[in-house]
Structure formats: C-alpha cells, structure tokens
C-alpha cells in the first residue's frame, strides 16, 4: 500500500475518521486502534511476515521490562546489549546472510579451494531495516538512562508499527512514545499543514521522481552503448529522482503524521544548499545519519577522542561505510559509504567540517557566488557516490563513470536541455530549486500557502491536484521500499 | 569547587572551542540551544574540558549527560 496508491487513500481516509471521531480524545483507545490500523497495514503488505514483526516488536517489549526489573546496572547494561545482538542478528539474517555466504565462497574459490555452499531463499522483510534501528535504539537509550521502559504494550507496539513510517522511516526515536501518552486533540492547522506537505511530498514524487525514472532507466540498461553526455545527463537526473523520491516519501510520511496529530523526525533540509559534504549529511536523511552518529560515530569518536583528526578521520570513515551497507549487502554500497566517508578527510584536516554555515542570500536574493561554487561542487560530489550507489556491482559503476570521463561528454551535454525528453524535467527541476531556495527557512516549500488569501490557496491546490491525477503513475512505487 | 564556579569555566571553554564570546550556558542548556555544538564539536569540547581539568571521563558517562548541568555534575563528582 503505496502512499502513492488509491487503496492507500481509501485506507487513510477510513483510519482518520474512525480516529478523530469514533475514538476522539480517547488516548488508550487511539493507540489501540493506530495498532491495528498498522499492523493491517504492514499486514497488507506482506501477511507473511507480519508474525515476525509482532514477534520482535514482543520481544524487545520484554527485553525493556526486563532491563527495568532488573537489580544491578551492570545486569541491565548485559540485556540492552543482548537487544543489540538481536537487532543486529535479524537485520544479519534477513539482509547479509546470502552476501556472506556469496562473498566466502568466492573467496575461498580465489585461495584454489571449492565450496558447495548454498545461499538461502530469503525474502527481505519489509521495512526491516527501518524497524530493527528502532528497536535497538529503544534498548540503546534505556541503557543510557534516556528514558524510562515501557509498560504500555499498546503503545510500544503502535511506536514500532506507526504505519506512516513504517516502510520507509523517517525512523524515529523512542521519544516518540511521549507523544502516544498525551492526548490528541484534533488541531485544524497542524491537519491542514499535514495536508499540504502531503500534497508536496507526492508533487515531487510525480512530477519530477516520476518523470526521471524513463530516461535514466534505459541509460542504465545499456551503459556500454551510451554517450559520456547521455551517461551524465542520467547521472544528474538520478541524484534529483533520488532526492525528489525519498524526500518526497518523507513529506507524505510526515505529512501523514500530522493529520493524525503527531510530530515524526525531520529527514532532509534541502540538502542540495549544502556547501560541502559534512553539510549534506547533516541535511539528507537525517533520522538515519542522526541515528548512526548517535549509536555508532558518537561512541567510535569518544573512545578514538586521544587521537586527534587521526581517530575522527577513522571514526567517521566506519561510520560512513555502516551508511553504506545499511542500503543492503552489495560491494557497491560498501563503496558508496567509503567514497563519502573519505571524502570528509579534507573537510576534518582543514577543520571546516564543524562550522555551520549559515546561507545568505547576496544580490537579487540569490546565493552568494562563494557558496554557489561549494553547492554545485558538493552536487556533483554526491552525484558520483549515487552513481556507485545505483549500479549492480563496483565494475558497472566504473564502467560508468569512465565513460563519462571525457571531453566528448560536455560537448553533447548542452543539447539535452533542448530535447523534448529532458526540456520539461529540466525546467521543473529549476522551479523546484528556486521554490526551495526561496523558503529554505520554513519546513516546506508550501509553507507559506497559510497565509494566502483562500480563494488563491484554493486555486493553487486544485491545480495541483489536477495535474498530479493526470500525470499519475500507479506503476511506480518508492526507491527506499527496497532498503 | 561549586557547579556554578564550574559551569562558568565551562562557559568559558565552549566559547574557547566553538570560537563565539555570546555563548550563555544554563544546566539545562543542551545541544540545541547553543549554535555550533554538534556531534562533530561535542567531542572537541570533551577533551577540552578533561584537558583543562586534568580528568578523564569514561565513555558510558559522555555518551548519558542530557544537558550541561549533567556535564557539571558529572565534573564536580570528579573533582571531589
């Protein structure tokens, strides 16, 4: 069930009126129904593996009980770190079983000597990375005395399977669980402020992620064929379908949130007005890289902290690699979380990976030419990691990027803003970057819709909508279903 | 040494390390309130604060501070 799908919509529509009026301010009984509205959800989804996800979301409920009767710190410091070897081990099972098997096999192979080894017929859980982050991180902060175990099965269970970011994140932490104890009073603004991130987050999706996916496909299908312009042309477009899918999903996830009354975590703060790398991951999906610097590069950085730059180098370089393959078992996204990681290494040496910059506009309320040059260097930057991101295997990537590493590919280049297949995408892609730029300060682009006269509010939405149904692609669902 | 001689030397050592003289510091200050202190920086400011004070922090102890007042607390324990 696709946020993007009609039996979504249908769905929606049916959990929101049962929530605000069957079950108004009625906390316990919001939970309870939130829960079942999840769990039919994921169970939609995939009924196979929904015993798993009840039976883990069990599981970590009493290992939290657990921690809590238990007498001694030390006892309860063992049995958090009991969860993370569960967490670890499902998302180990599930997810890098096959690679390992896969990779020792070929290994041993190399040294001369045979294997008849057989990978498994594993299927991925959905959302199982997403789930299991947050049920170690639940473990994780009781551990550090961040917060208290629950008692509320009910609501544990409706924190795990909150169904807005249940697929795909934004992953939230156990804090979250504040917001299913307080009682939720329907708040127009906050609603129609879901509402229209929603419209937002399925605009970029259709309009641009959507549009993307035809032109950079057929690219990918027939590297060897392809010109250095084409091949660039389909790297560029894949880091805005990347950036307009995923932050897309996230604006429909959190947008779903608010019109049932919750706040969920922040995912990406226009990340292409980051002027260097450090800056980008502070602004491209955040719930994870916050996750990772909270529960891995915090406590890499804290033991390394007697070595200087060296141990920060390192305890960014691991963490950036576990960014990486947290995507799923591939060299490429071991590689992909190398490539950024070293790409700190200057950003760390010349100490400017800590500043915040501040953006200001300079004249007609444009970047500054100095940040400008930083954006558009930090874009291609992360274009090359996409493109290890996106391709089957490390020799497909080089295969790639060498093809486009010649002078052939600028001279081609400037035609494609003419073709028809790429005129229209190019000049959305333009509008979508002055919108942002525009109201970079403000969650949403939509933001400021608020304070529109409503006839012209109206208006804008109802074009909108128009053009979205007519454009439309039930075939395409999100890039991150696969992670 | 009393908290609040402490937290004025702490004071004192963010606005060294984050480079800002308008840094203010409340025990209940946390990362959100002071621009500049991120997870990058925080581990900066650590090692000045076990520099300056000649102690040494364990790892469990930086990883479970909230805010700066926990920090304090956790130093004054220490200078005892």
Redesign the interface.
């Known amino acids: 069930m696709s946020f993007n799908s009609l039996p979504f919509l249908l769905f929606f529509v049916a959990v929101f009126t049962l929530y605000w009026f069957a079950f108004r301010e009625k906390t316990k009984a919001q939970n309870a129904f939130l829960l079942i509205a999840s769990w039919f959800f994921y169970g939609y989804a995939s009924l196979k593996m929904l015993p798993l996800l009840i039976g883990a979301t069990a599981v970590f409920y009493g290992l939290g009980i657990w921690m809590k009767h238990c007498r001694s710190e030390k006892g309860a410091s063992w049995i958090g770190t009991l969860g993370v070897v569960l967490g670890v081990g499902l998302l180990l099972a599930f997810k890098y079983l096959n690679f390992f098997i896969e990779s020792f096999a070929a290994l041993f192979q190399a040294m001369g000597l045979q294997t008849n080894w057989h990978t498994f017929n594993i299927i991925l859980p959905l959302g199982l990375s997403f789930i299991t982050f947050k049920l170690i991180s639940y473990v994780l902060e009781i551990r550090?005395?961040?917060i208290e175990a629950e008692t509320d099965f009910v609501a544990f269970a409706a924190y795990i399977a909150f169904f807005p970011c249940l697929l795909s994140g934004p992953i939230d932490r156990p804090q979250f669980l504040g917001q299913l104890h307080k009682t939720r009073v329907f708040d127009y603004d906050t609603a129609a402020e879901g509402m229209r991130q929603f419209l937002w987050g399925l605009a970029k999706k259709v309009l641009i992620a959507d549009r993307c996916v035809y032109v950079i496909d057929p690219v990918w299908e027939n590297i060897g064929e392809a010109s250095g312009s084409s091949l660039l042309m389909a790297a560029l477009l894949y880091t805005f379908q990347m950036y307009t899918d995923f932050s897309g999903y996230s604006d429909m996830a959190i947008g779903t949130g608010k019109l049932l009354g919750f706040r969920i975590a922040k995912n990406f703060n226009y990340p292409f007005f980051a002027t260097n790398v450090?800056e980008y991951w502070?602004r491209w999906h955040m719930s994870l890289t916050s996750w990772l610097?909270?529960y891995v590069?915090?406590?890499l950085?804290?033991?390394f902290?007697?070595w200087g730059k060296f141990g920060?180098i390192l305890a960014i370089v691991i963490n950036m690699v576990l960014v990486g393959l947290w995507h799923g078992a591939n060299w490429t996204f071991g590689a992909f979380g190398l490539y950024h990681g070293l790409l700190f290494i200057p950003l760390i040496l010349s100490g400017a990976?800590?500043?915040?910059h501040k953006l200001k506009a300079g004249r007609l309320g444009l970047p500054k030419l100095s940040d400008l040059g930083g954006m558009v260097l930090t874009f291609l930057l992360v274009t090359v990691g996409l493109v290890i991101f996106r391709a089957d295997s490390v020799g497909q990537a080089w295969q790639f990027l060498s093809g486009m590493a010649h002078l052939e590919t600028l001279k081609g280049f400037y035609l494609f803003f003419l073709h028809p297949d790429f005129r229209t995408k190019t000049v959305l892609i333009i509008v979508l970057m002055v919108l942002e730029w525009r109201n970079r300060t403000v969650e949403f682009p939509l933001v400021p819709l608020k304070a529109y006269h409503w006839a012209v509010r109206y208006a804008i939405y109802l074009a909108l909508v128009c053009l979205l149904v007519m454009l439309w692609d039930k075939n395409l669902t999100f890039l991150y279903i696969d992670f | 040494m009393q908290n609040e001689a402490l937290l004025e030397q702490v004071q004192e050592i963010f606005r060294d390390v984050l480079d800002d003289e308008e840094i203010v510091l409340q025990e209940t200050s946390t990362a959100e309130d002071v621009?500049?202190w991120?997870?990058?920086?925080?581990?900066?400011l650590?090692?000045a604060i076990e520099k300056h004070f000649k102690i040494k922090f364990t790892?469990k102890e930086?990883?479970?501070w909230?805010n700066v007042g926990e920090l304090v607390d956790c130093l004054a324990a220490k200078l005892a």
């Open positions: 550090r005395g961040k450090a502070r610097t909270d590069f915090m406590p950085n804290v033991r902290r007697d920060m990976f800590a500043k915040k | 621009e500049g991120d997870s990058l920086t925080h581990i900066q650590i090692v790892s930086i990883l479970s909230k």
